[in-house]
């Protein structure tokens, strides 16, 4: 049996979702054996810095059934039920508590998911079930260990990594995520134990957990949220200026009466844009109509690239040249660190062709 590792690319880091053009983010990297009693039939490992959510589908009675989510701490494992030599499928995501937006560990096999757990039906198709479709992975049927990594492959050192990264995430002092566990993070890790009235000696993964939760408090008021006050699903993007670099990406659904965290990061001196799109009205014969655009609110909007499926752009020059289209998006003020802005349906203006947001 198998062991083989999924890396995060730099263009998979940037987003939520990739466009068409960059759907292969993962690479194989080299094997290495163990033996049954080692491990159950495939276990799926995190190496990484993230923490992890696992959305995974296996063959059930001849037939793809795809299901999640399994919370997977960094430098954790799980075994997940799988009959021997049979497909099987791989979705992972980090968790909304690290800041820059979520990452993704995805391939190019469209199979269902749900933003909360679920179980798919595999005799019904997504839309029927109120679920969407995300870029599985493949995975080799004879792999026992699926791993998970970063560039940076922190191996026996992702817990200590992803201690780091959450102590970053929760505001403190942490120059470099490298997984070597010194005496800064050692310090700063029991600082932030002691706030929060936990003794030194709970296990790692407890610590992790206190660390996640923490985060997730905090995020809650940075950044940018989106409420949908409109009659209809919003599909929302954002753009930035990121370590020198124009990036643009999308698409993150909300529902009517919903709202959704689409920017992590604080906004002060951070210059940062929105675009939105109110999804089209289904007639009597179930064909959609056209969506309707966000409305442009300054005599000089911020142009980024935007594409008909989940997307991820560096640039936003010339988008047509690099299969994208040109978009307007709103700015945001440089001066707070979060704003929770409401869409109506007077924030959308005239229809544009149908098949954005796949």
Known sequence: MNKAKLILTVASALAIGLSA?????????????VTAAQTPAWQV??????SLRLATATTIEGKIQPKGWDKVHAGQCIGIKAQPGTPRFLYAESSPAHRGGVREWKGQMAL?????????????GCALQDMHMRAYLSVDPGEAITTLVEIEDFGNNAATAGIQRLLKDNGYDITRVDGVAGRRTSRTLNEFLKSRGLASTISTEEQLAALETAAMEGIKDVGL???????????????????????SRGWWSIEPEGCG??????????????????????????????????????????????????FSVIGRENCGDMGYKPANFRPLPIDKEGVVIELTDADFAHGSVTGLRQ
């Open 21 to 33: 053009q960059a759907q292969t983010d993962t690479d194989l990297l080299a094997e290495t054996t």
């Open 45 to 50: 490992c995190n190496e990484t810095s993230f």
């Open 112 to 124: 269902c998911t749900s933003d909360e757990d679920f179980k798919a039906d595999p005799n019904i």
């Open 225 to 247: 949220t989106l409420c949908n006050k409109s009659s209809n699903s919003v599909w929302a993007a954002i753009g930035r200026r990121r370590k020198g670099n124009w990036e």
């Open 261 to 310: 965290q689409v920017f992590t990061e604080t906004l002060i001196s951070n210059d940062v844009s929105y675009y939105a799109l109110q999804e089209g009205v289904l007639d009597e014969d179930g064909k959609r109509g056209a969506d309707r655009l966000i409305r442009s609110v300054s005599t000089q909007p911020t142009q980024f690239c935007v594409s008909d499926s989940r």
